[in-house]
């Protein structure tokens, strides 16, 4: 069943294999497979299957799409992802975003950690199930069962008080056209990797996203909205660095540049 619904689709959508595999993530070897019977998708492929066609994970696995008379045509298809576009077009909806994620035992949708030395591959393996699979998984029960989240270590001293090192747990942002000014968020992007920033919202005017950082010492700088690849709004993180107390964000940053400072004068030396 699933093997002809895959078929019945991607020739929908008017795909080739290649395609089909670079919007679900996968080697276009295993579309092939599929489409032959010869391999069963895993779960969370199935899911982006589901995504990408606009139908029920159920009616993907029991419904033989073939020989119902109310598909959707090619044309149909065409037609609503045009109207999405239409619809968001600051927030790059032009193309369709597939998340893949992965589960645990019961069916549980995991944390995956994104350690800093992971940081770099992600851009290339973000949207890999078989990549995913690789990185440390966690669950936070407070978190609730709404929602899909992930984690990143992230780097350096923009969004002091929360210093280097820290894990931001960030839930995926689907409707980037939400996002509220200045909230703290996770931003993927091609040009500047991961970052921590607070957003604000410039899609409907610009097509763009102003980032601030908490630190006063960092610029805010503009990512335009073709560049960035995912956004996560920030919900929690963990960290092994205590907050100092009765210490300002200004005389903590200060700390910082004189320890900065310090270090560069005695590399000279």
Not at 82 to 87: L, M
Not at 189 to 194: A, D, N, R, T, V
Not at 217 to 239: F, R
């Amino acid at each position: 069943m699933i093997n002809t619904n895959l078929k019945f689709w991607r020739r929908e959508l008017s795909l080739t294999q290649a395609q089909m595999a670079e919007k679900l993530g996968i080697k276009r070897s295993l579309v092939g497979a599929y489409e032959e019977g010869r391999a069963e998708p895993k779960l969370t492929t199935l899911v982006n299957m589901a995504r990408l066609f606009g139908i029920t994970l159920d009616s993907l696995v029991t419904t033989d799409f073939t020989k119902k008379k109310n598909a959707k045509t090619a044309a149909q298809l065409q037609a609503q992802t045009a109207q999405t576009a239409a619809d968001a077009s600051a927030n790059r909806a032009g193309g369709l975003r597939i998340l893949a994620l992965t589960v645990d035992r019961e069916q549980n949708e995991n944390i995956e950690l994104v350690p800093q030395k992971a940081a770099a591959g992600y851009l290339n393996g973000y949207a890999d199930p078989e990549y995913l699979e690789e990185l440390p998984k966690f669950r936070l029960p407070m978190l609730g069962t709404t929602g899909t989240y992930r984690a990143f270590e992230i780097a350096g001293d923009s969004m002091l008080p929360i210093a280097s090192g820290t894990v931001i747990v960030g839930r995926y942002v689907d409707d980037w056209l939400s996002i509220k000014d200045g909230t703290p968020c996770i931003v993927v992007s091609g040009k500047e990797g991961i970052v921590f920033k607070r957003v604000y919202n410039r899609l409907k005017d610009a097509a763009r996203l102003t980032l601030h950082s908490d630190n006063t010492l960092y610029s805010p700088y503009e990512i335009e909205v073709e560049d960035v690849v995912e956004i996560w709004e920030a919900k929690a993180y963990i960290s092994s660095t205590f907050p100092i107390a009765d210490l300002s964000l200004n005389r903590l940053a200060s700390i910082v540049l004189d320890l900065q400072q310090q270090v560069s004068t005695m590399k000279k030396v």
